[in-house]
């Protein structure tokens, strides 16, 4: 996101983080992540490094009381706190929050989308499925709508079909998105399918071009299963 920060043009990323169960170390996960992309920009996009700002979204039962990374060191005084990669995350527990609450709460209509799919009652999502679809404005914001659609489709039990017949209703373009991103994660299940059959053909001893006939996977794959499986069992 572009912004001001001392009156100057600047650049900043927001990392959201969706979580049903507390961590016993969140402020050592997110680290991870913010050091992750800071050294993926500077390595492979070759940027300079950009202010991450992390985002909880959180929907378990447990109370969530928010620690930093020096909250969960007992071992630490004024020599060796600057050592201590702390800082702050922003912490949304949606669990505090009615479902019609969170409808009526946000004025910006893809907020409000979001907050209802990230606090998972389905039953409630399915209800009011279209009128969530229609907070987004699909054609300028397809990258958002795609992500939003890949979480449905992996992280809920909502019927595939469903959203994409639901989604058509509102949007010929969001329908065509929802039936790419079902069908790219039907392949992606298919292929984890076929290498857990390959695998267990392999361990049976069964031939490489058997294998290739019966799973469809490439030669090339099968024998790369081959390789990696004898490397683990030697």
């Not at 600047?10 to 402020?27: C, D, G, Q, R, T």
């Not at 071992?75 to 929050?97: E, G």
């Not at 009652?121 to 907070?135: A, G, S, T, W, Y």
């Amino acid at each position: 996101f572009h912004c001001k920060i001392k009156n100057k043009d600047a650049k900043i990323a927001l990392l959201f983080e969706h979580k049903s169960i507390i961590p016993k170390y969140p402020a050592i996960q997110i680290g991870g992540y913010i050091f992750d992309i800071m050294r993926l920009s500077v390595n492979k996009r070759n940027q300079m490094p950009t202010p991450i700002i992390p985002i909880i979204f959180y929907h378990g039962k447990p109370t969530w009381y928010k620690r930093r990374l020096t909250d969960d060191l007992n071992q630490i005084d004024h020599v060796t706190k600057p050592f201590i990669p702390d800082f702050d995350y922003h912490l949304i527990d949606l669990s505090v929050y009615k479902n019609d609450d969170l409808m009526r709460m946000f004025n910006h209509k893809k907020t409000r989308t979001f907050m209802i799919i990230f606090k998972k009652d389905e039953n409630f999502i399915e209800l009011h499925f279209k009128e969530l679809v229609l907070n987004l404005n699909i054609e300028a914001q397809k990258e958002y709508f795609e992500l939003l659609y890949l979480y449905l489709f992996q992280k809920t039990d909502i019927n595939f079909d469903f959203i994409i017949q639901t989604t058509m209703e509102v949007s010929n373009l969001g329908g065509k998105i929802a039936m790419t991103g079902a069908e790219r994660l039907r392949k992606e299940g298919e292929k984890k399918t076929s290498i857990k059959i390959a695998t267990n053909m392999l361990k049976k001893k069964m031939s490489i071009e058997d294998i290739v006939e019966i799973t469809g996977l490439p030669k090339t794959e099968v024998k790369k299963l081959k390789h990696n499986l004898d490397k683990t069992s030697n």
